[in-house]
């Protein structure tokens, strides 16, 4: 049983001025196909589907180049392919229940559709478009930086899909800025060995150093990576000869 469109403009955070558009995002073809011969090509939710990708990824783009200027394009690739996939945007539509609004065809409704990865992630994209359609990219760039970019924001997230390798913004940045490729070494762990804590110290040169923790040899480098990089930024002065240490890095823990 389809919900009321009233309560997903609630989750959404807008209410839609031409409620007609978030309807048709919510329509599968599967639903326009049992009903109406020929088929309108603007009764379903395909057209809206394609808009809404462009606009998911241009402003997934911009939110990663103004987040992470010193990445390079491949990374600041394989973290927009993560963040625009099939997988992570039928788990943001989960999250909203997108499922309970769709409008299915009898044969797609049993065979599950409201769960369906490809079917939400789809329908996901086509409410980003009939947001911008209807309150312009504004109102579609909150959306996406509410219920797509809060991965960015969590730690915990970042760590378990790799999206951001502080290690390697670390190493850009060093790089730009003519220091010594950072070198990393595990310095301490403690605690039982189902629940041991290790403390990486990553260090450029001898003048700058931070530490970081974590549950496992890459969780606490990536964590002192990140804590070097904010070091970075608030310091002002970088003797000179840190640029003149030898490039040669240690071993760098897994």
């Known amino acids: 049983m389809k919900a009321p469109v009233e309560t997903l403009e609630e989750k959404l955070g807008y209410r839609f001025g031409n409620r007609a558009l978030l309807v048709r995002a919510l329509t599968h073809r599967s639903w326009v196909s049992e009903r109406l011969s020929p088929m309108p090509e603007d009764a379903d939710n395909e057209q809206l589907e394609f808009l809404g990708d462009s606009i998911l990824g241009f402003v997934?783009?911009?939110?990663?180049?103004l987040r992470n200027p010193s990445a390079r394009e491949g990374q600041l690739s394989q973290w927009k392919a993560h963040l625009v996939s099939?997988?992570?945007?039928?788990?943001?539509?989960?999250?909203?229940?997108l499922g309970d609004y769709l409008q299915l065809g009898k044969g797609e409704e049993r065979n599950g559709g409201r769960e369906r990865k490809t079917l939400l992630a789809d329908?996901?994209?086509?409410?980003?478009?009939?947001?911008?359609l209807d309150g312009g990219i504004e109102v579609a760039r909150e959306f996406i930086r509410q219920q797509v970019l809060w991965?960015?924001?969590?730690?915990?997230?970042i760590e378990s899909i790799g999206l951001l390798n502080h290690k390697s913004v670390l190493q850009e940045r060093t790089r730009l800025m003519g220091l010594p490729v950072p070198r990393y070494s595990t310095v301490g762990s403690s605690g039982p060995e189902h629940?041991?804590?290790?403390?990486?110290?990553?260090?450029?040169?001898d003048a700058i150093a931070f530490r970081g923790t974590g549950s496992s040899k890459k969780s606490a480098s990536q964590h002192?990576?990140?804590?070097?990089?904010?070091?970075?930024?608030?310091?002002e002065l970088f003797p000179k000869q840190l640029a003149a240490?030898?490039?040669t890095g240690g071993d760098e823990p897994g």
């Open 60 to 65: 997934v783009s911009e939110a990663l180049v």
């Open 86 to 97: 099939a997988a992570y945007l039928h788990r943001c539509a989960l999250a909203i229940r």
């Open 123 to 132: 329908a996901f994209e086509a409410v980003i478009a009939a947001m911008h």
């Open 151 to 157: 991965a960015l924001d969590k730690p915990e997230e």
């Open 195 to 205: 629940a041991k804590v290790f403390v990486v110290e990553v260090r450029i040169g």
């Open 224 to 235: 002192a990576a990140m804590g070097l990089i904010e070091q970075l930024k608030a310091v």
């Open 245 to 247: 240490e030898s490039p």
